[in-house]
């Protein structure tokens, strides 16, 4: 990284849930021993979670990141502001929040940092600092379901960050073709820590009994299509479970449906669990919507369920579909629920895990490429 320090604004805070960024981010800390790397979290919304009668929290502000294996401590640092008011009542939060974001980068003497930009929200961090920038996008914020006013703000941020990011990398084909029409980008698909998800793993102890169907991931309505998990565990009725292992970000009322209808949420696990309970699913699952959305991600599920190898029945969202054949079943919404019964009771079906998944060590290599050119090249974007 030629003594450059990186700062990440981050769709997600930095948890014991693993997600894209914290496996790069990881990568990138083990593999540059100089580099430094501060995390901006999203801001906490005390207001909003009194509306949603959630117990209302302020941010943690600027303190050290937890010990990672191989990483010597003060690399990592962490960024967690709060959000006092609606933006329509505080129209320079952002870009107040920006300015805390620089002044924090300050305060710890980060060198000359690239700005990895994974929220668009980094686009008010990049308009207040200049730094050089990689926009990595993981979501097609254009075609997500969204209220008026917040979707054209985002998409506003986005075009923004395409314009004036010196990189920008995108993690599934299809935002690769819906991003580089205008400009160069590169493909940085997710990927999997394949030994840690084939070394064997004793049962979890809150894994129901019997035959389970699982699946793994953020419980949110842009991805989980509740009304089918519903319909899934009917057609199950007693003879197996339905089991979500993920953060929960349902509605109150999805959540009360889900479980009425004897569905299991056992709620987020640590990265470091969850191959357990892909090793002991009788199958694995993913009903998922399948819309602009769900079609422009490339779900890491793909990849975990794919190294551990058990029997797979997923709706036919990206990735998935293409990877349909003897251990992958891509159903509609009107057979999903049936072909889910059919592979959990047809009996124990052997594990085959694939061969060619792609690991993060070489995603990190990837996206460790772009950062370097990013703080190379003296021009502002780099046409198609």
Not at 53 to 73: A, K, W
Not at 126 to 144: F, I, L, P
Not at 321 to 333: L, M
Request: hydrophobic share 45%.
């Amino acid at each position: 990284m030629n003594g450059r320090d990186v700062v990440l604004v981050s769709l997600e805070p930095w948890d014991d849930v693993w997600r894209r960024n914290q496996h790069l981010a990881a990568g990138l800390l083990r593999r540059y021993p100089d580099v430094r790397l501060l995390v901006v979290e999203p801001p906490v919304d005390p207001v909003h979670d009194l509306v949603r009668r959630v117990r209302p929290r302020t941010g943690r502000g600027l303190r050290p990141g937890p010990q990672l294996e191989g990483v010597s401590g003060g690399r990592l640092w962490l960024l967690e502001q709060s959000k006092w008011l609606p933006r329509r009542a505080d129209r320079g939060g952002d870009r107040r929040r920006a300015r805390a974001v620089r002044a924090a980068a300050a305060r710890l003497a980060l060198r000359r940092p690239v700005l990895w930009a994974n929220d668009p929200l980094a686009a008010h961090v990049h308009a207040v600092t200049g730094w050089d920038t990689v926009y990595d996008v993981t979501d097609d914020w254009a075609s997500a379901r969204r209220p008026a006013a917040e979707h054209l703000r985002v998409v506003a941020q986005e075009d923004r960050l395409l314009a004036t990011a010196r990189e920008v990398t995108v993690c599934s084909p299809a935002l690769a073709e819906r991003k580089g029409g205008a400009r160069q980008v590169t493909l940085v698909t997710n990927g999997v820590d394949v030994d840690a998800y084939r070394r064997p793993l004793p049962r979890p102890a809150d894994l129901p009994a019997g035959p389970v169907a699982v699946y793994v991931g953020t419980l949110h309505r842009d991805r989980l299509d509740v009304d089918l998990c519903v319909r899934t565990q009917a057609a199950l009725d007693a003879d197996a479970r339905l089991v979500l292992v993920g953060p929960v970000a349902l509605e109150r009322t999805d959540v009360e449906r889900l479980r009425d209808a004897g569905v299991v949420l056992l709620g987020p696990r640590a990265f470091t669990d969850v191959p357990a309970y892909l090793q002991h699913a009788t199958v694995l699952v993913v009903p998922h919507v399948v819309d602009g959305f769900t079609d422009s991600l490339d779900p890491i599920k793909l990849y975990e369920y794919r190294a551990v190898g058990r029997p797979v029945v997923a709706t036919g969202v990206a990735g998935f579909r293409d990877a349909a054949g003897p251990a992958v079943t891509v159903a509609d919404g009107a057979t999903f629920a049936a072909a889910v019964r059919k592979a959990v009771l047809g009996g124990p079906a052997p594990s085959s895990p694939a061969d060619d998944v792609p690991t993060w060590a070489r995603q990190v290599t990837l996206f460790a490429a772009a950062l370097e050119r990013a703080a190379a090249v003296p021009t502002a974007a780099t046409p198609r």
